[in-house]
């Protein structure tokens, strides 16, 4: 059962540090977004689902060695609630789960919080671009080739 134990917090600490990572690609993707540089906004969209797919996955492991220490310690753990695990680690276990769950709790508030600014950041780069596209629509450019300037034998045709 020991194993099963530093496998579950290495997989906790993988997790947390794979929101960690998210956590900065958001911060550093409000730039892309306020300069509504697509090409960043793309590099960072693909990077940050690649890191939530991790996520998800940590998250598969972690529910399936839930599962397996369930069965071991012949009682149900809640994986919600840590601290019904903490009877069952060493002293040093018990240290480590305490950092972790530390820290998954200030990291996910955290990149709650930077996920609702760039939900704001995309709203308000819709309504830009619909701005834009409203504004363009109104500017259409109407144009006449004037027969003197087009060149012999090149064929022109304007729409109205």
């Excluded at 009877?87 to 998954?104: C, F, I, N, W, Y």
Aim: charged share 30%; aromatic share 4%.
């Amino acid at each position: 059962m020991e194993r099963e134990i530093d496998r579950y917090l290495n997989l906790l600490e993988r997790r947390l540090d794979t929101l960690r990572q998210l956590a900065t690609q958001l911060k550093a993707s409000q730039e892309a977004y306020t300069a509504m540089d697509l090409d960043r906004i793309t590099y960072y969209i693909n990077y940050q689902e690649n890191l939530c797919s991790e996520i998800r996955s940590f998250d598969d492991q972690i529910r399936q060695l839930h599962k397996s220490l369930c069965d071991a310690l012949h009682q149900e753990l809640d994986l919600a609630a840590p601290d019904s695990l903490m009877a069952h680690l060493d002293e040093r276990a018990q240290r480590r789960l305490k950092v972790v769950t530390q820290g998954l709790a200030n990291i996910q508030a955290d990149v709650k919080r930077l996920n609702r600014i760039q939900a704001e950041l995309l709203k308000r780069s819709r309504r830009s671009i619909n701005a834009l596209i409203n504004l363009m629509s109104q500017y259409t450019c109407r144009f006449e080739l004037q027969p003197a300037l087009v060149p012999a034998g090149m064929a022109v045709e304007v729409k109205e």
